[in-house]
C-alpha cells in the first residue's frame, strides 16, 4: 500500500490567488523589488502544488491577524444577516416588555433584566460569529 501523508498536495486557483496577492503586498511594501515580484508571480501562476507555493513566501513576514473590534458593527449586521435577525428579535421583545410595563404601571423598572440578558445574548451571538469568520479567513500561506 502507497503512503499517501508525504504526497504532494495539489494547488488550487484559490491558493495561488491569495499567494499572489501575499507577493503583490510584499512588492507594494518594498520587500520585494519589482523583478523579484514579476519572477515570483510567474511561479507562482505556475505552481502545481501547495508546497511550491508555501516557499514563495518563505521569506515574507505573516500578517498580522486582523484585530478583534467590536463585534456587532454595521458590518458584522451587514455580512450576517442571522445578527440582523436576532437584532430585530431582541428589539422586539424589548419593546413589548417595557411597554407592558408602562401599561401595568408597574413601580419597579422590571424589564431591565429580561432586556440586559437580551442583549448579552446579543453580543455573544456576534462575538462567537466573528472568531468563526476569523477563523475561516486565516491564511496558511
Do not use: K
Not at 511594501?29 to 505552481?47: M, N
Not at 501547495?50 to 516557499?55: G, I, R
Not at 458590518?75 to 435577525?85: D, F, N, Q, S, T
Amino acid at each position: 500500500m502507497e503512503d499517501t501523508s508525504s504526497a504532494p498536495i495539489r494547488a488550487a486557483d484559490a491558493d495561488r490567488d491569495r499567494v499572489a496577492t501575499a507577493v503583490q503586498t510584499a512588492g507594494s511594501e518594498g520587500r520585494l523589488t519589482l523583478d523579484e515580484v514579476e519572477e515570483r508571480l510567474g511561479r507562482v501562476y505556475a505552481a502545481r502544488f501547495t508546497d511550491e507555493l508555501a516557499a514563495l513566501t518563505a521569506d515574507l513576514p505573516r500578517p498580522a491577524p486582523p484585530s478583534p473590534g467590536f463585534p456587532l458593527g454595521r458590518e458584522a449586521l451587514r455580512r450576517h444577516p442571522a445578527l440582523r435577525v436576532h437584532l430585530a428579535v431582541v428589539v422586539a421583545i424589548a419593546v413589548l416588555v417595557i411597554a407592558r410595563w408602562a401599561v401595568l404601571g408597574a413601580g419597579f423598572f422590571w424589564p431591565v433584566f429580561p432586556v440586559f440578558w437580551l442583549g448579552v445574548s446579543l453580543l455573544v451571538h456576534a462575538r462567537v460569529r466573528s472568531v468563526r469568520e476569523r477563523v475561516r479567513t486565516a491564511v496558511p500561506y
